[in-house]
């Protein structure tokens, strides 16, 4: 008696580039471009490609409906410096908006390098992005300006700004901010307050250090200004800290700074000479990020709403991109959290 042969296994494989090309009755190269570049072929292409897309089952619920609406379904966020903590909590809230939209979010890190700026910038022209929202203003103008002059490229700004570009922006005033912060420590009886900026070019630390400097002069207290330059992170703190109180004839007995993490690193710079806080040194941050609330002493900051700041942004892109019309400037507002950084100066 003859045993029946085993059927032979059936082999699954995913539909190809050349299944689509088959069923659209055209070539793979016109199938790729339909697919990397919808604007360059015609409609009539595009509709037939999506429909053998659909009918072998190649990526149908992305490729399809990319083709039909030529949609990327990504926004692009562009960040000076991924590890600044500052940006965890706008990105969360982009996410959360995003993800509920349908969307995506691709995060760029442009380190203040141009050429990777310009990478991501390139990404709107081929339909690999849908928009972009910028968290940093230190990118090369006429990038900014070519895009922004598209229809097919929306830009909105978040927390920094351009004073020759006019962009749709989530912000906070920077000024007032700065002025309250300022007033306070005046209030607990400082007189000789120094500053810990960021980059001096920088629009945003540009008002921080206007606001300073005005509130000063308002209280009589303008011949005890004194600014120094930081870059946001937590040794430019340190060091520029040791640099102000190891002057023993001009020692501030309060100090201002443009972030927590630059707070952080005077701190450290106190500790270390031995200066104790606040009983000799009061000091205030500025963003309220999750160290500040940590470190010893527990940081006074003036709070950024930042998970709203991500929120705001990416509502507006999508408004934006759904042809609905947006208020162009949101600006958003901010809290002075005290805490145990700060108290009246020694006698």
């Known amino acids: 008696m003859l045993?029946?042969?085993p059927a032979a296994k059936r082999t699954l494989s995913m539909p190809t580039i050349k299944d689509v090309a088959k069923a659209a009755g055209c070539s793979t190269a016109t199938v790729s471009r339909a697919l990397a570049n919808p604007e360059k072929v015609t409609e009539a292409t595009r509709q037939r490609v999506a429909r053998a897309i659909a009918e072998v089952g190649y990526a149908p619920n992305v490729a399809a409906r990319n083709l039909r609406r030529a949609e990327s379904r990504t926004i692009v966020t562009l960040l000076p410096d991924i590890s600044n903590p500052f940006f965890s909590e706008i990105i969360n809230g982009m996410e959360e908006v995003a993800h509920q939209a349908g969307y995506q979010v691709l995060i760029g890190d442009c380190e203040r390098d141009?050429?990777?700026?310009e990478a991501y910038f390139n990404l709107l022209p081929t339909n690999q992005a849908d928009g972009i929202i910028l968290l940093t203003s230190d990118i090369p103008r006429a990038l900014v300006s070519h895009a922004d002059a598209r229809v097919d490229s929306p830009l909105v700004m978040a927390c920094e700004s351009f004073s020759d570009i006019d962009l749709p922006?989530?912000?906070?005033?920077?000024?007032?901010?700065t002025a309250h912060a300022i007033d306070y420590l005046v209030s607990l009886g400082h007189e000789r307050i120094a500053?810990?900026?960021?980059?001096?070019?920088?629009?945003i630390c540009c008002d921080r250090t206007l606001g300073y400097r005005d509130t000063l002069a308002a209280r009589g207290l303008s011949g005890s200004a004194r600014v120094v330059e930081g870059d946001f992170g937590f040794r430019s703190g340190y060091q520029q800290g040791?640099?102000?109180?190891?002057?023993t004839v001009a020692r501030p007995s309060a100090i201002f700074c443009h972030s927590d993490e630059m707070a952080i690193g005077v701190l450290k710079a106190a500790r270390q000479l031995g200066i104790g806080v606040p009983e000799a040194l009061s000091v205030v941050g500025f963003d309220n990020i999750g160290f500040s609330e940590y470190c010893?002493?527990?940081?006074t900051t003036v709070s950024q709403p930042r998970h709203e700041i991500g929120q705001q942004a990416m509502r507006m892109l999508l408004s934006i991109l759904a042809g609905e019309g947006v208020v162009r400037r949101q600006i958003l507002s901010t809290q002075?959290?005290?805490r145990k950084s700060t108290g009246r100066p020694a006698d």
Do not use: C, F, H, M
């Open 169 to 177: 922006t989530v912000a906070i005033d920077n000024y007032q901010a």
């Open 195 to 203: 500053s810990v900026s960021g980059p001096a070019d920088n629009p």
């Open 3 to 5: 045993k029946a042969k």
């Open 114 to 117: 141009p050429a990777r700026a």
């Open 336 to 338: 002075l959290i005290v």
């Open 296 to 299: 010893e002493p527990e940081l």
């Open 242 to 247: 040791l640099a102000l109180l190891e002057d």
